[in-house]
């Protein structure tokens, strides 16, 4: 398993739809993954520190698993079919470890609010994670075009547009999109 962040949540302008955009701890490969504007929208409250006026879905799933003396150890995306995700819930109850099936989104936002780690399946990583190149080249060469790049058969042709989409987003580091913890 290896060990990701939530680095944003992006919008795309021309369908509104939400990107989950999850980064490897180590290194600069992301993964994106769309997700509903709902669940966009916990996520981000959560990690930047607003609480809902009443308890959101996610809020309440977590006091359950509190007032019944249970614990979330950490969340997995553990695979991906057809370009859908799935996610695992791992929780810890009277010394039992319980996996519950998730949607990623959902797991995520809980993952946020109970602060546990986020890991992600090698074999997830490696069919849709994305390497974001350095715009900047430090050993003053030339940068590659589109021509000087290796020919990458994708993994699954259903990804090739999203990772198209997914290519045309800036995700650098932006101070002003989302509050640093």
Do not use: C
Not at 94 to 123: F, K, N, Q
Not at 133 to 148: I, K
């Amino acid at each position: 398993m290896i060990r990701v962040t939530v680095d944003s949540i992006r919008v795309s302008l021309l369908t509104q739809h939400r990107v989950v955009v999850l980064r490897e701890a180590d290194s600069r490969k992301y993964l994106p993954i769309w997700i509903g504007a709902f669940e966009a929208d916990a996520i981000t409250l959560a990690i930047q520190g607003h609480p809902p006026q009443r308890p959101m879905t996610h809020d309440l799933l977590k006091t359950v698993f509190g007032e019944l003396g249970a614990a979330i150890s950490h969340i997995v995306i553990n695979d991906i079919h057809d370009s859908t995700f799935y996610a695992r819930i791992i929780v810890e109850q009277a010394g039992h470890t319980i996996e519950i099936d998730a949607r990623p989104s959902d797991a995520i936002a809980l993952a946020v609010r109970s602060e546990v780690p986020i890991y992600v399946e090698e074999h997830v990583l490696n069919q849709a994670g994305v390497p974001l190149e350095d715009e900047e080249n430090t050993d003053n060469e030339e940068p590659q075009t589109a021509s000087d790049e290796p020919e990458k058969e994708p993994a699954d042709e259903g990804l090739t547009l999203f990772r198209d989409f997914i290519n045309t987003l800036d995700l650098e580091d932006d101070e002003g999109g989302k509050e640093k913890k």
